[in-house]
């Protein structure tokens, strides 16, 4: 296989699998039954409704950037 091909078999599969998978995520999908409609809604606000765990304690240690110099001065 010339290498040129491998060089743009990327280029020409990447937006094919982006096709794909938007096709894909976006197709119609079956009824659901209202109850399973409303158990999903539930557990949805339940999720949202759970406190947030609190951040670390410890907080990252940055150090400044260094100091750029044009040259001697």
């Known amino acids: 296989m ?3 091909l ?3 078999l990327p280029v020409l599969l990447a937006p ?3 096709i ?4 894909f995520a976006s197709r119609t999908r079956g009824p ?3 109850i399973e409609s409303v158990q999903a ?7 949202l409704a759970s406190p947030v ?3 670390r304690s410890r907080a990252r240690r940055r150090r400044p950037a260094p100091v750029r ?5």
């Open 6 to 8: 491998l060089w743009l």
């Open 53 to 55: 765990p609190a951040p």
């Open 32 to 34: 659901v039954e209202a």
């Open 41 to 47: 809604y539930e557990r949805f606000r339940q999720a």
């Open 69 to 73: 110099t044009l040259g001697p001065r």
């Open 16 to 18: 094919l699998a982006a």
């Open 20 to 23: 794909a998978w938007t096709a």
């Open 2 to 4: 010339p290498d040129w």
